[in-house]
């Protein structure tokens, strides 16, 4: 018997894009408010994780074709990075900074350079928790 | 008095997350159980909210909208393990 999932289907394809703009709005809270990197790239994976129960894995990765692995690798080297451009700008080792600079339609917005190391913490939280989820339903 | 009520609040959905506990537990069907969880994590939402409200900060609202994405997350993958036996599928056929 050919089963029917229409309706989960139709409820995820509406939910994960809330889902992904209250990562978004996690993510960039993290700096004043709760929120943050770890909890803003949980929530990006558990999105992919019900797009990955709706649906089945082969179709999601032609339309996402991530590799997971890969993902993990480039934010743990952007965290890295932004230790190391300290280093080259004569500061200690992990040294950040922040600045207030007015755009032209948002008015004044604080830019942080840990907004980059958190953005590091985000793509290695999102690849670590896939790469496990997607290698232990691999064999079913 | 307001703070009274809230702590009625908070000792009637307690009284209901133990109820669902019973559910959880003594159900004979595996469904029984599931929907139990989703009643008792919809419970613990509503006793963030009220906590909230009695510790009177707005650190807490990120929260309850997490745990309201992980039941729906976690009740979504436990039905499909009843009705599939694997959660995430290779090819859907």
């Keep these: 018997m050919k089963t029917n999932d229409v309706i989960l289907q139709t409820v995820t394809t509406v939910t994960v894009f809330i889902i992904l ?3 978004a709005y996690l993510f960039f809270a993290g700096h004043h408010d709760p929120g943050g990197g770890f909890i803003g790239g949980l929530m990006i994976a558990s999105a992919l994780i019900l797009l990955y129960l709706a649906f089945d894995i082969e ?16 934010g743990m080297a952007l ?10 700008l004569q500061h ?49 | 008095m307001f703070d009274a009520v809230l702590l009625v609040m908070l000792i009637m959905l307690a009284i209901s997350i133990l109820v669902g506990l019973y559910r959880a537990i003594q159900g004979p069907s595996m469904a029984d159980r599931v929907i139990a969880l989703d009643l008792i994590g919809i419970m613990m939402i509503a006793l963030i909210g009220v906590v909230s409200i009695y510790l009177e900060t707005q650190a807490f609202l990120e929260a309850i909208l997490v745990l ?7 009740t ?18």
Aim: hydrophobic content about 55%; proline content about 3%; glycine content about 10%.
């Design chain 1, 21 to 23: 703009t209250f990562a």
């Design chain 1, 59 to 74: 179709l999601i990765h032609k339309g996402l074709p991530f590799d997971y692995k890969l993902l993990m690798g480039v």
């Design chain 1, 79 to 88: 965290s890295l990075l932004t230790g190391i451009g300290a280093i080259v």
């Design chain 1, 92 to 140: 200690p080792f992990l040294s950040h900074t922040f600045e207030y600079v007015d755009f032209p339609f948002f008015g004044e917005i604080e830019l942080a350079t840990s907004v980059l190391f958190e953005l590091g913490v985000t793509l290695a939280v999102v690849g670590a928790t896939l790469t496990i989820i997607l290698s232990i339903s691999e064999d079913v």
């Design chain 2, 68 to 74: 309201g994405i992980l039941a729906f997350i976690g």
């Design chain 2, 76 to 93: 979504v993958a436990f039905a499909r393990f009843i009705e599939r036996g694997a959660v995430i599928e290779r090819k859907r056929d």
